[in-house]
């Protein structure tokens, strides 16, 4: 059963730093991974899909790799603004079977001025 | 585009009522499910569905029916509500079922 873990589940930065929040998952056999951007009382905001033979991806300030065969996930917050106060969730979608997204409980990540 | 809508925002039940969360989509996606969000453990899938007229359950299914008649709705019935079921509800959709999911702002379901 595929299980994703995301450490710290909280983390608090001064602005202007940058971050690294991590994603790990226990069965290999991924199809995709995508990130979430979630703000509280909203719903989830897609921040970057990469599918499995990528090894990275980019947007605006974001990068999101993989390494599939290790079952790790990160992403990289280049120089933080408060506005980047939000939950960030992963969700791994499996290979085989039912191909269902699993998420992680997020990692809770306060930027202060 | 509004992307993916959903109504009520907000909604209090006492147990034994029914209710239905509405959803809908104007991105022409093939592939809609519906999650609940609890505290400490993550989203979990209650139903999807592929394309009009086929739906399947997810991992979480019992006292919710679902349908989907067009490609643009996807309600969710909640047939006799339980105090288990407060949670916040979303519901998703993608082109396809393996592609980027976008999600809806949720419902806030209070089960009394």
């Known amino acids: 059963k595929q299980e994703v873990t995301q450490i710290p589940a909280a983390l608090s930065v001064p602005e202007g730093e940058n971050l690294v929040l991590n994603c790990s998952f226990t069965d290999s056999a991924i199809y995709n991974l995508q990130w979430f951007r979630q703000d509280p009382g909203k719903g989830l905001t897609s921040l970057l899909l990469i599918q499995s033979s990528q090894r990275e991806q980019t947007s605006g300030r974001l990068n999101a790799s993989l390494d599939k065969s290790s079952g790790r996930s990160t992403l990289y917050i280049a120089a933080s603004q408060p506005g980047d106060s939000a939950t960030y969730l992963c969700?791994?979608?499996?290979?085989?079977?039912?191909?269902?997204?699993?998420f992680g409980t997020g990692t809770r990540l306060l930027v202060s001025p | 585009n509004a992307g993916v809508t959903q109504t009520p925002k907000f909604q209090v039940l006492k147990t034994g009522q029914s209710m239905t969360l509405q959803c809908a989509q104007d991105?022409?996606?093939?592939?809609m499910s519906w999650y609940r969000q609890d505290p400490g453990m993550g989203l979990r899938l209650i139903h999807y569905s592929v394309g009009a007229g086929i739906t399947d359950q997810g991992e979480v299914p019992n006292g919710y029916n679902v349908s989907r008649s067009t490609t643009e709705d996807f309600p969710l019935r909640l047939l006799s509500a339980a105090p288990s079921q407060t949670s916040v509800y979303f519901c998703a959709s993608s082109k396809g079922r393996l592609d980027e999911q976008f999600f809806g702002p949720g419902t806030r379901l209070t089960v009394l």
């Open positions: 991105m022409n996606h093939e592939y």
């Open positions: 969700a791994v979608r499996g290979e085989g079977g039912f191909q269902k997204l699993v």
